[in-house]
């Protein structure tokens, strides 16, 4: 399981921008700021989707990840984005183990 960034457009039009309006925020990556969407993606062992979401840029990772998990059961792997006391236990009770 990750996230990754949608960049509508450079973030110095992001007061002048109609694309998206609704939807695409300024957030922040490991690599920088940018303007868009994020979009959370899992993904088995061989490279197949099997649920994705997109949300606005400024969204926490951690946010979509239950609703994302809801059909899903045993290991899911993340990076540490996802380490949170309250998501592994909440997931634990569904049956998902997050490892990071």
Same mark, same amino acid.
């Given at each position: 399981? #990750? &996230?990754? &960034?949608?960049k509508v457009f450079h973030i110095k039009r992001a007061y002048t921008h109609r694309v998206f309006k609704s939807i695409a925020t300024k957030g /922040?990556?490991?690599?920088g700021w940018f303007f868009g969407l994020k979009l959370h +993606?899992?993904?088995? #062992?061989l490279g197949e989707i099997m649920n994705f979401q997109l949300t606005t840029g400024k969204t926490n990772d951690r946010l979509p990840v239950e609703n994302l998990c809801k059909h899903f059961m045993? /290991?899911?792997?993340a990076d540490k984005g996802y380490i949170s006391k309250d998501l592994f236990e909440k997931l634990i009770e569904k049956g998902?183990? +997050?490892?990071?």
């Open positions: 399981m #990750d &996230a990754t &960034a949608i /922040k990556t490991s690599t +993606l899992i993904v088995n #062992d045993g /290991k899911m792997f998902v183990e +997050l490892i990071t």
